[in-house]
C-alpha cells in the first residue's frame, strides 16, 4: 500500500527553534508539494519541486522557510527561526508527471504548534 | 486567475441519504482537472475523484460522483447512500493545463451525517 510518508506527525516548540519536517514520497512520484493548512486561510501551496528542482516557492516566507529535496525519496521543510504564526500543518503532496492528471497524494500532515 | 469557490461551509444529511456539495470554479485555461478530496477528523487528505475538462462524462468512483456542468462552470460532489463515516471536511481542487502541477482548493465544506 504506497503513501506518502510524513515525519514528525506532531511538533511543539519554542518560538526562535529550528523546526525540520520531512517527507517520503510515493516510490516512483516525482513531484513533492508542500502545502500549509490553518483555520484562516484553508490550504496554500509553499513550493514544490520536481525531479529534485525547485519550481516554484513563492508561496513560501523566504526569510525563515526552505525547502530542500537532497534525494528522490527525501523532502524537507525547514523554518528557522519558528514563531507563534507559523502553527498550522503542514502537508506533503506527492505525485508523478504526466500522470492521470497528476492526482496529487496526501501525507498525514504534520501538526505544528509554536508556543 | 484561477479561483475556486464552495459556498456552503456546513452541510447535514440523514444517514443513507444522498448529499450534493458545491462548487464552481473560475479559469481560462481550455484544459484543466478538478478534483475532490476529505479531510476526516483524523486530518488526512484523501483524494476521492477527479474530472478531466475534456471528458465526456461525469467521473464516478464508487459512491462519488462528480456532476460536472462545463457551461455553468461547476463540478458538484454527489454522495449517494452517506454513511456516518463520510462526516468530514470535503474540499474542491483546481489544476490547471499549466506545466506548474498546482492545485488550487478552495475553502472546504464540513458534512455531518445524522444517524
Known amino acids: 500500500d504506497a503513501r506518502v510518508t510524513q515525519t514528525p506527525r506532531h511538533k511543539v516548540t519554542e518560538m526562535g527553534q529550528e523546526v525540520t519536517m520531512r517527507c517520503q514520497p510515493i516510490?516512483?512520484?516525482?513531484?513533492v508539494f508542500w502545502y500549509r493548512q490553518t483555520m484562516m486561510q484553508g490550504l496554500e501551496l509553499l513550493a514544490y519541486?520536481?525531479?529534485?528542482?525547485?519550481?516554484?516557492d513563492s508561496g513560501m516566507p523566504k526569510d525563515r522557510f526552505s525547502a530542500e529535496m537532497p534525494d528522490a525519496t527525501l523532502a524537507t521543510l525547514k523554518i528557522q527561526p519558528s514563531e507563534p504564526r507559523d502553527s498550522a500543518v503542514y502537508f506533503c503532496?506527492?505525485?508523478?508527471?504526466?500522470?492521470?492528471?497528476?492526482?496529487?497524494?496526501f501525507g498525514p500532515g504534520t501538526r505544528l504548534l509554536v508556543l | 486567475a484561477q479561483k475556486i469557490t464552495q459556498t456552503q461551509p456546513g452541510m447535514f444529511v440523514q444517514e443513507k441519504e444522498a448529499v450534493t456539495l458545491d462548487c464552481t470554479y473560475d479559469t481560462s485555461d481550455p484544459s484543466y482537472g478538478l478534483f475532490w478530496y476529505k479531510q476526516p477528523s483524523s486530518g488526512e487528505m484523501i483524494f476521492l475523484i477527479y474530472q478531466g475538462s475534456y471528458d465526456q462524462q461525469n467521473a464516478t468512483e464508487g459512491r462519488y460522483s462528480l456532476n460536472f456542468q462545463k457551461a455553468r462552470k461547476s463540478a458538484n460532489l454527489v454522495i449517494s447512500a452517506s454513511q456516518l463515516g463520510d462526516s468530514a471536511m470535503y474540499f474542491c481542487a483546481m489544476r490547471g493545463s499549466g506545466n506548474t502541477g498546482k492545485l488550487i482548493f478552495g475553502q472546504g465544506t464540513t458534512l455531518q451525517v445524522k444517524p
Open positions: 519541486f520536481r525531479n529534485r528542482a525547485p519550481l516554484d
Open positions: 516510490l516512483g512520484h516525482n513531484t
Open positions: 503532496a506527492t505525485t508523478r508527471a504526466g500522470g492521470s492528471w497528476e492526482t496529487q497524494y
